[in-house]
Structures are given as structure tokens and as C-alpha cells.
């Protein structure tokens, strides 16, 4: 069964930095385009940042200029550095990764909780 795992997850100051990280096994991680979403308390889950296998990179307009998604393919792994952290960002993250061809290959992380405190 293939499996997606975030980490990094945890309790920052406002303006402070964290950085997650999406992994995998049996998936050949190259093959998806990934994405890192986020689901606050009371709000729909919303995309905050994907990058596809090709490399295309898009952010949500909320986290332009202070997030940065990287993957690193020779460790199948996907990074969401964030950094000048508002209260705002506080939320559950979570990591899809779908198939770049079989869109129904979609695959869910059990997320990671982030919480920016002042």
C-alpha cells in the first residue's frame, strides 16, 4: 500500500520559519505532481503550494514571497519551507501526491499540524 508521510509539523512564533516534508514509498515519486494543502479550524481544506514532476511550481496568493516548495528527487521527498509565519497559517497541512498521468493515482498524507502562536 502506498503511502504518503508529512512531518515537521509544530508550534512557532509569528514571523517564525518551519519547514515540512513530504515522503513516500512504493510510489516512484517522480512520476507525481505534489502538493501541500492546508485545512484551518472552520475552513475548507485549500492548496497552498504544488510543484509537478516536470517542476512547475504554483502557490496560493496567501503564502507567495514567504513559502517555498522544493522536491528532491533523489530522496523522494517534497519540502515546504515556510517562513514569516503568521497566526493565519495555523492549520493542518496536508501532502497529495497524483499520478501525472492517472489522475485517480492520488495519494494522501494523515497531515501535520502547524500552529503559529504569538
Known amino acids: 500500500q502506498a503511502q504518503v508521510v508529512e512531518s515537521g509539523g509544530g508550534s512557532v512564533q509569528i514571523g517564525g520559519s518551519l519547514t515540512l516534508s513530504c515522503s513516500t514509498s512504493e510510489i516512484i515519486f517522480s512520476n507525481y505532481d505534489v502538493g501541500w494543502y492546508r485545512r484551518a479550524p472552520g475552513k475548507q481544506r485549500e492548496l497552498v503550494a504544488d510543484?509537478?514532476?516536470?517542476?512547475?511550481?504554483t502557490y496560493a496568493d496567501t503564502v507567495k514571497g514567504r513559502f517555498t516548495i522544493h522536491r528532491d528527487s533523489g530522496k523522494d521527498t517534497v519540502f515546504l519551507q515556510m517562513e514569516s509565519l503568521k497566526a493565519e497559517d495555523t492549520a493542518v497541512y496536508y501532502c497529495?501526491?497524483?499520478?501525472?498521468?492517472?489522475?485517480?493515482?492520488?495519494?494522501w498524507g494523515q497531515g501535520t499540524q502547524v500552529t503559529v502562536v504569538s
Open positions: 497529495n501526491a497524483v499520478h501525472h498521468a492517472i489522475r485517480t493515482n492520488s495519494y
Open positions: 510543484v509537478s514532476r516536470r517542476g512547475t511550481i
